[in-house]
DNA sequence: ACTGTGACCTCCG
DNA sequence: TCGGAGGCCACAG
């Protein structure tokens, strides 16, 4: 633990901080924490995420679509936790995503 | 201290 | 409308 790498942890607080059934993007999240340029390094962050109880899961790029799906325990691990939360996945793509959008800078 | 990398984002053709 | 390339920032080796 102790993960004062800073932007790291940041990214790792944020996830856990969006409610079920509710979906973000890493630019979103780079750009709560001051550094919208540094939306990959979210994406990164998540990769070591998998560690933590962080749900990456809830976390898509700016498309809604499930970029990272790839980057989870078999297949459609991903999809399968967002319909779990209630969340509808079309084709890798979140629906309604500007609905289920989650503003972390808004709601924080 | 430098280089490589990454689940992105944005612009140009 | 679709495709490709670049840029950015922060962490790991």
Not at 28 to 42: E, H, Y
Not at 73 to 102: C, D, H, P, R, Y
Request: proline share 3%; aromatic share 8%; charged share 25%.
């Amino acid at each position: 633990m102790k993960d004062n790498s800073g932007f790291f942890d940041r990214v790792y607080e944020v996830c856990r901080q969006i409610p079920e059934g509710r979906v973000t993007s890493y630019g979103a999240i780079a750009k709560s924490l001051g550094a919208a340029r540094s939306a990959r390094m979210v994406g990164w962050a998540m990769n070591n995420s998998h560690d933590k109880n962080v749900p990456a899961h809830r976390v898509v790029n700016r498309n809604g679509m499930l970029s990272g799906k790839h980057h989870f325990s078999g297949t459609n691990a991903m999809q399968q936790l967002l319909e779990a939360e209630g969340v509808e996945v079309k084709e890798l793509q979140i629906v309604n995503f500007k609905e289920l959008f989650w503003d972390p800078m808004k709601e924080l």
